[in-house]
């Protein structure tokens, strides 16, 4: 019973980390729900009232989520610092809010600072969301004068209980989380295989279904990943220690896509494409049962059952998990194949090769391991790794070159939510006198982490939309609560937990719950009625369209100028990861591939982001949804054999079976310029110089009379000729002309 409990524990662990990763969206809730708890609790017990009450409870929700440093001692410079910023922005707010003109000029200038702020990193934001934020704060309570020195007492209060939550009831350090990014990465990993699994036993109808899943598991794996990269500088020891890890973790997600694309080829008719992977709704290809005699698929299946062991076990478990271990290692020697079609025997040996990948994994997550029960095959991979291990060595990453002046990001979006508040402010005042702060803060949400005037459409309909469901559901609960005061504070706290964790999920959703809270707030101050929530409504939808009428005509950045802007930086990141790794495979010197391919996966993740304006469900431009989603397909299957080179070439110094091949850089030279042509053609319409297209990359090394994978492995020719048939790929939707080669 106590082992089937651990069990049953630990499977509802692995689906709270795979679900949340980090358990950052849990830590979030809980963080800013515990500092409202506690400042409540201090203030009631302390005889304030309910303003002072609100006030105190908006502030510790300010001072909690506005800190976003990783280290814990600048968290606490942040939230130190703060608490002056709050002081007088509060007591300005309560100053100015007799003098209507001067207070209007004064939030402008708040404003503009708040975001101007942000270009001197997580600090300069935090503040200057603090000393908007409470302002506001002061503007929802009507604070005067008089009240200043309560309200004081309640932010102090707030910092406090903040800081209390933050470093004593709910603490985060810099390793935990890694190590808890770890655990979800394991768990998503193991949720891929698990899709895998469903994709072998797929029937000509579940097909589809079970590609989708697939493709989801790809994607969130692929998200953990770059999660874990931009947190392994601050919670490992050394550069050393990041380095290894960040290596195990491309190594296990590339060897776990790549067993799932042999997977579907296997089953199909012909070679599945990988653009079938990274594209969504491509339908599957047309498949039938596993080639080969049964008894290779049922051996197929216990092994990926013995893999998904492998990777889900947190503890050593013993011979038995050793001996799985062992059969599976055996595959990369060619032990044990079954008697089966080449395409079925490469899934066996992609099986072993991510079963090395997940103990490798292991490795440098959890340190060495018992070696007692290792078969010579084990033994092997583990001298391979041990040698990968030494020959890891770090480079410095050149900076590139800032922009300045009005074309900075965070000036330009000063400049634009300055003026997009004042037009909010005048519209605002029109509709109400006493709630026109609600456009400004619209205006203001709509700029935050948004980059183009597209962008900020689709977030200002996101928030109208959850707003006005959310009204709905604040005349609800309101209506439910009437003047049980503490009832009310409850369901606040409920509230802003569910709007802390779904804020990374769904911006509707989060507005939704936002605007309900705003509800029982109104009625714990006594000014809740039908007229107000409908006012927010329309001051919500003014704001949103300042905001947008801010971007489209002050310093504007249209959503085809950041696309392509990113799109030349995606290419030219994936020109220099594609040449590093081919010249290393060359035989040249070795390099920093893993930045590179870091980096390249940071700049598709921002062009993702770019492009949902044009890939949202309700835009009317059709043709031009399915073009940016082909693309981004497209980049992402160049990004996934770009990674996969880079990671075989580090793999060159320590791999008995890769050798260097100096006829690499000729042959894979017209990839490279075709990416290159590619961003060109992005940058600057009037470049004509066309795509090439020719021979394969395979009958290329071919014209020496030398063995052609001797010196070379298969996987390496693999990837050279996918990426190769990737790059041209993109010239059609790209309007880039293509032209055969005559060489």
Known sequence: MKAAGRSAGARLRDRLAASDPGLLRLTAGLRTVGAIAVTLAVLASAGNDVTHLVAGAMAAM????????????????????????????????????????????????????????????????????????????????????????GLWAALAVAFACSALVRFAVVPVTPSGLLLRLRQAFRARLGRLVSAQLALLDAGPDEMDKALEDVRLANARLHETALMIQSRLEEGTPDESTARLVQRRIADAEIAAERLGLLLLSARSAERADTLTLHLPGAPAPEVGRLPGPDEATAQLRRDLRALRVLVVRTRPGGTSVARLRNRLLGYRDEENLPAATPAVRDVFRAVGETARAVMGLRVALEGPQDESDDSPATARSREELDAEDAAIAGEEAEEAEKPKGLERPTTRAAVQVSVGSTLAIVGGELLSSHRWYWAVL???????????????????????????????????????????????????????????????????????????????????LHTYSWEVLVLRVEETALGAACGVVAAALVLPVNTDRRTNELLVTVLERLAGVTEAAVGQLSGGPAGDLLDKARELDQALGDLRSATQPLTHPVTPLRTRRTNARYVVALLETCAYHARSLAATAELLPTHPSIAADPRLRGAAGRTVRNIVTIADRVAEEDVTVPVETGPSIASLLGGDGTARYGRITDRVLRHLERLDEAVVGLARPLSVPVKPTDR
């Open 62 to 149: 300010v001072a909690t989520f506005a800190i976003r440093e990783k280290q814990r001692g600048a968290q606490a410079v942040t939230l130190a610092l703060g608490l002056p910023v709050a002081l007088v922005s509060v007591s300005l707010g309560a100053v100015l809010s007799e003098r209507v003109l001067v207070g209007d000029v004064f939030f402008v200038v708040l404003i503009f600072a708040a975001v101007y702020g942000r270009r001197f990193g997580d600090r300069g934001t935090a503040l200057g969301l603090i000393g908007f934020q409470v302002y506001f704060v002061a503007l929802f309570v009507g604070a005067s004068a008089g009240q200043l020195p």
């Open 442 to 524: 619209t205006c203001w949400i709509v700029f935050i982490n948004t980059a183009s005037t597209g962008e900020i459409l689709v977030k200002g309909y996101r928030r109208l939309l959850g707003t006005v469901f959310g009204v709905v559901a604040g005349i609800l609960l309101a209506a439910l609560v009437g003047r049980h005061t503490w009832t009310a504070f409850f369901l606040v706290l409920v509230l802003i937990f569910a709007m802390f964790y779904t804020a990374p999920l769904s911006y509707t959703l989060m507005s939704f719950f936002v605007t309900a809270m705003l509800g029982l707030l109104y009625t714990l």
